[in-house]
């Protein structure tokens, strides 16, 4: 973990714990590359913007992780969180001087098992930013799990599906079409690049939940894990062995990853 390239201290991870006001990104790095970084650069640049009305050096950021890594040699998942610990409760709109917070953990092991999904009526602030207010999302998680179901799946009151709390979903079509929900969302990096690998075999249109039943398969996408097959939403239950499931798999990691 450190803060601008240097160890945190608790003086320093104390308004982003207290005021947690700030944004960030995750991204899975193998050998010091990672899938889309100029998305996840893209990305810390444009919601910069929108939680602290001020520019971000990508340069900067991309210095700062390549500091925290230059001794880790398995593959890791890196979250970057942008975040000012001068900004205080009471007055979060003043000049801001973001902070670039590098922190790893070790990468999850791919491709991950099938997961089942709880439906909740639930929509994420500013949901296409990456802000690390996360408490809805993770008490709509714990429900689910409680329930005996793997996340949660967003649905609006009408029942138009989302995303998932932390990645996002896609549906597969009889026809070997990847359909993403046309919603209000934050569209994932992983998403982003399957869309521009599959290119005309890829549509977005409203799904809803009485609508499941018109699909085959279904898969969940991130950073950190890629492409995961999804089981079932509520009780709808799809196959996990579609071959088009193994198809986006092997688009994903077709990519290749851009040197940090």
Not at 126 to 155: E, M, N
Request: aromatic content about 4%.
């Amino acid at each position: 973990m450190e803060l601008n390239g240097a160890p945190v201290t608790l003086a320093d991870l104390a308004p982003l714990g207290l005021v947690n006001y700030g944004h960030f990104t995750s991204m899975r790095v193998v050998s010091g590359s990672v899938r889309g970084l100029s998305l996840h650069l893209d990305r810390l640049t444009r919601d910069c913007r929108q939680v602290f009305a001020t520019d971000l050096d990508p340069d900067r950021v991309r210095d700062h992780v390549r500091h925290a890594l230059r001794e880790v040699t398995e593959p890791v998942t890196v979250r970057v969180t942008i975040y000012d610990p001068a900004i205080e409760l009471g007055n979060p709109g003043g000049p801001a001087h973001p902070h670039v917070l590098v922190t790893t953990r070790s990468a999850p092991a791919v491709p991950q098992a099938p997961m089942s999904l709880q439906s909740m009526v639930y929509a994420r602030d500013l949901p296409r930013v990456k802000h690390i207010g996360l408490f809805g999302a993770l008490h709509h998680r714990a429900a689910a799990k409680r329930a005996g179901f793997d996340d949660v799946v967003f649905t609006t009151p009408d029942g138009k599906i989302t995303e998932i709390a932390t990645s996002n979903i896609g549906f597969i079509t009889s026809a070997g079409q990847l359909v993403w929900p046309h919603a209000d969302v934050l569209v994932g990096t992983t998403m982003r690049l399957l869309t521009q690998a599959r290119d005309e075999d890829v549509v977005t249109e409203p799904v809803t939940l009485d609508r499941l039943g018109e699909f085959v398969g279904a898969v969940a996408t991130n950073a950190a894990v890629g492409v995961r097959a999804v089981s079932r939403v509520d009780n709808t239950q799809w196959s996990i062995e579609h071959e088009l499931i193994e198809i986006l798999r092997k688009d994903y990691e077709s990519i290749p990853p851009q040197k940090i």
